[in-house]
């Protein structure tokens, strides 16, 4: 497979000394002067990321981004809207404070949650961390039926936004895939193409989903699950967060047989299931190939590049069956 990467060391970021004193004052204004910090090494962007420790030895979680990164300055500002409407119950670290600080050249967005004193699951996923996930996103989306929100964002109208995606499997060159994966892209490219449109009709759907769950926006403390980064939520069948979650963990060996059973899954038409991770596959197949936005972590591509063929491994494995 693609070089599957460090998901625990794929951010570059800066420190918290690199921020400029108005930022640092803002922050400090807030939960103290720290005296301890630590980057996280997670995630795809430049952004600042950090758990900051006061005296006390109390912690927070802050992001924080300038204007000039527009890319992630609209990730930020959409997470402050999601966080102002998620309800008490969502498994998610609460927003403490937001502020956008600073004009111009010097402006801008942070963010400060709570700390969750946890660690990031997958690296590789274990049947341990895939049975606390399951738990936490089938409680996660019985808290998501009660957002009261008028927002317009759906899963079917951030498929289509890429139109070329729904093409990818008729040009994807797989003769470098492993282990006979090749073989199956050759064997089944008309399949996969009808798989990936079908999922325009799959993610129709009127639960909010928080549409980005992967390992790197997830925290295991104990047997206890957390969901972070909330910049995508939309609108969207309530089985699209596991579901899209399958093929990375399915890549890493476990047994999925706890999320096939979960309540999330049930019922739901499995070629409904299928469309979703061959449209998760070829939406990373079409991103791979791209530049690196502006702030985006130089691992980007190679992690998305090792999604796709994640995907490819676990419809094998379906339409084996």
């Not at 019985?142 to 498929?159: F, G, I, N, Q, Y």
């Not at 999922?199 to 790197?216: K, P, Q």
């Not at 499995?270 to 469309?275: G, K, M």
Request: contains cysteine; proline residues 6%; aromatic residues 10%.
């Amino acid at each position: 497979m693609a070089e599957r990467v460090r998901y625990a060391a794929t951010a570059v970021r800066p420190s918290w000394v690199d921020l400029p004193e108005h930022v640092r004052d803002v922050v400090v204004g807030w939960v103290g002067d720290p005296v301890a910090w630590h980057s996280a090494g997670g995630g795809f962007t430049r952004g600042f990321a950090s758990t900051l420790m006061d005296a006390d030895g109390a912690c927070t979680f802050v992001k924080a981004v300038p204007f000039s990164n527009v890319h992630i300055t609209a990730s930020y500002r959409r997470e402050i809207a999601v966080h102002a409407v998620l309800p008490d119950g969502v498994p998610a670290p609460r927003l403490l404070h937001s502020a956008e600080v600073g004009e111009g050249d010097d402006g801008w967005v942070v963010l400060v949650f709570e700390h969750v004193d946890g660690r990031m699951p997958g690296n590789p996923w274990t049947s341990a961390e895939l049975v606390t996930a399951v738990r936490t996103l089938e409680e996660m989306a019985v808290a998501l039926r009660t957002v009261e929100w008028d927002d317009p964002a759906t899963l079917v109208a951030e498929a289509s936004e890429d139109p070329e995606v729904f093409d990818v499997w008729e040009s994807y060159d797989a003769s470098a895939l492993p282990d006979g994966l090749g073989s199956f892209v050759d064997a089944h490219r008309a399949r996969l193409g009808e798989a990936t449109r079908r999922s325009l009709e799959a993610f129709r759907g009127d639960a909010w989903a928080h549409c980005d769950v992967r390992a790197d926006n997830m925290v295991v403390e104990g047997d206890r699950g957390w969901v972070v980064d909330w910049n995508w939520l939309c609108r969207a069948p309530e089985w699209a967060d596991l579901g899209l979650l399958l093929p990375q963990v399915h890549a890493d060996g476990v047994d999925l047989a706890p999320a096939y059973a979960s309540s999330l899954l049930a019922g739901v038409d499995p070629d409904d299931l299928d469309a979703g991770i061959a449209w998760l596959g070829a939406l990373m197949v079409f991103f791979s190939g791209q530049p690196v936005f502006e702030g985006g972590s130089p691992w980007i591509r190679s992690h998305q590049a090792w999604t796709a063929e994640a995907c490819l491994l676990l419809l094998r494995t379906r339409w084996a069956a």
